[in-house]
């Protein structure tokens, strides 16, 4: 992927311009981001953060995909073995997602239906995947 960055030419009439860079040109150098870089991914997170924390303070929303996807037997069947079968061999709804049903058993087991705890958890997602 060419990206536009300043580079010094030997080419008199674009000395100090702003052009695509040079194959082999990286932001990141000494296997870290060059220092004028690094706010990047630091204005990112925190633009993701502000826009989704208020869903912190929100409730789970019924008659949507939270009745059948968070709250459902798979969620309050516990953690033993034909419970996990049943979550990795089942789709839902048309959806198989056995990584989803795992994550929102052991959140059940470690908080109960708290709200909170589930959104953070896909917030934390969201920020870092």
């Known amino acids: 992927m ?15 311009c702003v052009c695509f860079a040079k194959p082999g040109t990286s932001f990141v150098k000494n296997g870290s981001l060059d220092s004028r870089n690094r706010i990047y991914p630091v204005l990112l997170i925190a633009s993701v953060l502000a826009v989704y924390f208020p869903m912190l303070n929100n409730n789970f929303l019924y008659y949507w995909d939270d009745q059948w996807m968070v709250m459902n037997e798979y969620t ?23 990584v989803n049903h795992i994550l929102f058993l052991l959140l059940y087991n470690i908080v109960g239906y708290n709200a909170f705890y589930f959104h953070l958890t896909c917030l934390l997602h969201i920020v870092f995947y």
């Open 2 to 16: 060419r990206t536009a960055v300043k580079y010094n030419s030997h080419d008199t009439t674009n000395n100090n």
């Open 76 to 98: 309050e069947g516990g953690i033993n073995l034909r419970n996990l079968i049943s979550i990795l061999t089942t789709a839902i709804h048309g959806q198989h997602a056995p």
